[in-house]
């Protein structure tokens, strides 16, 4: 038969049937609860095995077998406008999380743009602080595990491969999705993923959305659906929400992110929360306020009062307040409330924002909303397994198999034994309050009443894809999975490539 793919740990012993070899998950999952050497922290030769997620938002960096990553700091270099055009003085990385500094109206610059990897000057920038300063490595002695987005052009794989293997002169390089790397680490900490094989992982990134399914920690990539929104788009908005409103923070990236991060949420009932948002602000329970640095006094923008930021976790869930508009509204109470300078208030920002995600086309955009989206990857699979991506793997069945399970073939009734439901929800946009919540109602319509619809949120979403590398890199069998330097010398970037599955 066709030689196996090593990119991801599994290999095909029957036409008909895929089984892990390598990956060892129950003793993984046991040593990634402490901070301990597994076998496979150092691979032969005594080389240690570096993880990086190198996310366009944030860069998780740290080494396999640990639990956490050391670094996870701002993938990109800026520059405070005070400083000479033509100046040297970049800040990278964690520079930017130093409490000394002051984040406003800095100009950034990011290797990645729109999800990949464009700027390897700027991206080697922030390797070298994060390699040399934080995790303190030399990669002439390390191997190294990168998470790449999928459908990377082959023009930008040559590229990353000449940073990784002539720039920094790793001795290996092993390259994997998110998605499947979620998938590991969850099947690590849960034994029915593990036993079920199949999942449908939902990536809300810093530039992008995707649902991806998952089968036997392949990621099927001809299903996958994007949605062009992500943690960017969505920092943006409010940029745009208000500097239109209050303040001009178009140039305030950094400040509105953190202030989006905050403050905003998903709403469970738009039309309800936007009349309350109408309210006058003492009766209205989104109003917050938030403070932008002096660059004296304080150098990080914060939340006013984080009491009044939460008032809206006491709104009941469904139906209207006893108060309705104007009950007793006088013209005085009307008055907006005076505000310094330095801060801005957000009132139905909160969750008209994170609102994009479910109903961009309300917005303007030509888009699909989540669970529309969720719902097509299902049903771009081939037809032989569509069932058990939609209905035994989409929806949890309550009991019992299909009948049409009987009609197909051997190879089909191997995936429908396998094929068990959830969505595995990660990524830094799903961290809004009440995500998971507005997600299951969404999808609730989209699918037959008989089934139920599971939804998983991760322990951390941030780290979620970073663990699942620390898990791959700690199996004893990682360094075949790797393509070394003398091998990328010899072949070069395109054969090597054709190890990585994805």
């Given at each position: ?124 920038e922030v390797w070298e ?20 987005p999928q459908f990377n ?41 593990f036993h079920t094989q ?305």
């Open positions: 038969g066709p030689e196996a793919p090593t990119g991801l740990a599994i290999h095909i012993k029957d036409p008909f049937e895929f089984k892990y070899t390598s990956l060892g998950l129950s003793w993984i999952g046991a040593d990634l609860n402490k901070r301990e050497v597994p076998v496979g922290f150092y691979m032969t030769g005594g080389s240690r095995v570096v993880v990086i997620d190198n996310g366009g938002g944030l860069l998780k960096a740290g080494f396999g077998g640990d639990k956490d990553p050391i670094a996870v700091v701002p993938n990109c270099i800026a520059k405070s406008p005070g400083s000479n055009a033509n100046s040297k003085k970049w800040l990278a990385a964690d520079q930017l999380q130093a409490q000394d500094v002051d984040v406003t109206g800095m100009t950034l610059r990011r290797p990645i743009d729109r999800g990949y990897l464009i700027n390897t000057e700027v991206q080697r602080r994060v390699l040399r300063s934080l995790l303190q490595v030399d990669p002439t002695n390390s191997s190294l595990l990168l998470v790449e052009p082959p023009g930008l794989q040559h590229a990353t491969d000449e940073l990784v293997f002539e720039e920094f002169g790793f001795n290996s390089l092993c390259v994997a999705d998110a998605p499947s790397l979620v998938r590991l680490y969850e099947a690590s900490r849960q034994p029915s993923l199949c999942s449908l992982v939902v990536d809300c990134g810093f530039s992008f959305t995707h649902a991806s399914p998952v089968l036997q920690n392949f990621t099927l990539n001809y299903a996958v659906r994007r949605m062009d929104l992500g943690g960017k788009a969505l920092t943006n908005y409010l940029k745009e929400l208000v500097s239109y409103r209050s303040l001009n923070v178009m140039d305030e990236t950094l400040l509105i992110d953190d202030a989006k991060e905050k403050l905003c949420f998903v709403s469970l009932d738009v039309p309800r929360d936007l009349r309350l948002a109408s309210l006058s602000f003492k009766d209205n329970p989104f109003r917050c306020s938030y403070i932008l640095p002096d660059g004296i006094t304080y150098k990080k923008g914060f939340v006013k009062d984080l009491d009044e930021a939460r008032r809206y976790c006491s709104l009941p869930v469904e139906g209207e307040l006893d108060k309705k508009d104007g009950d007793s509204d006088t013209v005085k109470d009307r008055k907006k409330p005076e505000l310094s300078q330095n801060e801005f208030a957000l009132t139905n920002e909160r969750f008209l924002v994170p609102e994009m995600l479910f109903h961009p086309i309300d917005l303007g955009m030509n888009q699909a909303g989540l669970a529309e989206c969720i719902v097509r990857a299902a049903q771009a699979c081939h037809p032989y397994i569509q069932p058990v991506l939609y209905q035994r793997y989409v929806l949890s069945l309550n009991g019992g198999m299909p009948d049409a399970i009987l009609t197909f073939d051997r190879a089909t009734l191997v995936l429908m034994h396998w094929a068990v439901f959830s969505i595995i929800l990660t990524g830094g946009s799903t961290l809004f309050p009440r995500f998971a919540e507005r997600l299951q109602r969404e999808l609730r319509p989209l699918v037959p009443e008989e089934y139920q619809v599971k939804i998983i949120s991760q322990e951390n979403p941030i780290l979620g894809v970073w663990r699942g590398g620390s898990v791959l890199a700690s199996s004893p069998d990682f360094g075949s999975m790797c393509v070394t330097k003398s091998e990328y010398e010899e072949m070069g970037s395109a054969r090597c490539r054709r190890r990585f599955f994805h």
